[in-house]
């Protein structure tokens, strides 16, 4: 069902992603280092997921979220769930005599060796034990919300390192990486700093954009079709008005009038939506109330730095244009804000409506 509240697991229940799709699977086929990229809620986990489900090879899937213990990586609860994915790949495959080699293995990042009856294995042998059966068939390894793995120890350096090595020699290997912070997945991935692991290597982006105000409309209309459920087109103009192309609210409020709320779903589903946000918001708000200050300034279109920093003076105290800039970069970087040249001169918004309705208040 379109309206529902998890991500997608099957291509049939993927709206308005053909095109996506379509590179996507053909970058699964010819590329080695993938990243599906967007806004917050906007559809990447159900893409990646739904294409991976019918992907004729073999994947692992692995949750970067998942893993989280006091602002950081869990090491071995990560590394255990990518060997126990990297088994269950091999024995639902036709891989099973590889798994033998595996036993014992326990991964602490590229180079890191285990010990196994006396001898030693690194992840990075073992992945090249399967890249040689393979025969053809590719390996997906793919990583959810990837830019968490700079919390991994050594800031993701061991990962990182590992990658390149995928890369560089195991032919069968396809790297795949989702992020909603955009800025902060590619600096973490260092493609251009000559001193990071995967300097150079080439990376294939896919950029998942809003859904423009045509499909939203037809996303709300399909929904409550398949639920045989009338909704009027005014309350569905003003539903996407609210809520632009983002997929992932449109669904949410789908959900949340199918469950009995027909009356006031649109603001059940800005409240339940808000609440997420404020949660997302939280750790950096914690780290620096400039970020809350800048984030208010922009929700009110006071959108230029000079503007921004006189807003800040005026009503909050004194903010150095180091700090206002440094602060403007991280919110970007993490996809709070975007920016765009007006008439030469750099103007910021806020791409997801919902961060805007919390900054406001
Ligand atoms: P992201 O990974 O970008 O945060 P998700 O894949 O988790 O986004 O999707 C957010 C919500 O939107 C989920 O409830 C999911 O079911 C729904 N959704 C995402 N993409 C689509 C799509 N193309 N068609 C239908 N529903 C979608």
């Known amino acids: 069902m379109l309206f529902s509240?998890?991500?997608k697991h099957s291509l049939r229940d993927i709206f308005n992603r053909k095109e996506e799709v379509s590179t996507f699977q053909k970058a699964l086929q010819s590329e080695r280092l993938i990243i599906l990229d967007g806004l917050r809620r906007i559809g990447k986990t159900s893409l990646l997921k739904a294409v991976l489900e019918e992907f004729d090879g073999y994947h692992v899937f692995i949750d970067c979220r998942a893993y989280f213990r006091n602002n950081l990586i869990d090491a071995e609860a990560f590394d255990k769930a990518l060997i126990k994915g990297i088994e269950k790949t091999l024995k639902?495959?036709?891989?099973?005599?590889?798994?033998?080699?595996?036993s014992g293995l326990s991964f602490g990042g590229f180079g890191i060796s285990i010990e196994d009856k006396g001898q030693e294995t690194s992840l990075a042998e073992v992945l090249k034990n399967i890249d040689e059966a393979l025969k053809g068939k590719r390996f997906i390894l793919a990583f959810d919300e990837a830019q968490n793995l700079r919390f991994y120890r050594k800031g993701g350096k061991d990962l990182l390192n590992l990658f390149a090595y995928t890369y560089d020699n195991l032919r069968n290997f396809v790297i795949v990486l989702t992020g909603s912070e955009i800025g902060l997945l590619h600096d973490f991935l260092g493609i251009d700093d000559p001193d990071a692991p995967l300097f150079g290597r080439y990376l294939s982006e896919i950029r998942l954009q809003r859904f423009s105000q045509d499909k939203s409309l037809e996303f709300l209309r399909k929904g409550f079709e398949e639920l045989a459920i009338d909704v009027s087109?005014?309350?569905?103009?003003?539903v996407v008005d609210e809520l632009d192309g983002i997929v992932g609210y449109l669904s949410m409020y789908g959900y949340i009038y199918y469950k009995g709320n027909q009356v006031d779903a649109l603001e059940r589903t800005k409240e339940q939506a808000k609440k997420l946000v404020a949660k997302e918001?939280?750790?950096?708000?914690?780290?620096?109330m400039n970020y809350g200050y800048v984030l208010k300034a922009v929700s009110l279109h006071i959108n230029r730095?000079?503007?921004?920093r006189t807003?800040?003076?005026?009503?909050?105290g004194s903010?150095?244009?180091?700090?206002?800039?440094?602060?403007?970069?991280t919110l970007v970087k993490q996809s709070f804000l975007e920016q765009e040249y007006v008439d030469g001169v750099k103007r910021y918004s806020i791409p997801d409506p919902v961060v805007e309705y919390v900054c406001r208040e």
């Open 319 to 329: 903010i150095s244009d180091p700090t206002l800039s440094k602060i403007l970069n």
């Open 311 to 316: 807003y800040i003076e005026n009503n909050f």
């Open 233 to 238: 087109e005014k309350v569905l103009e003003r």
């Open 305 to 308: 730095f000079s503007q921004i």
């Open 92 to 102: 639902l495959g036709k891989l099973k005599k590889i798994l033998k080699s595996i």
């Open 5 to 7: 509240i998890e991500p």
């Open 281 to 288: 918001l939280g750790a950096l708000i914690k780290r620096s």
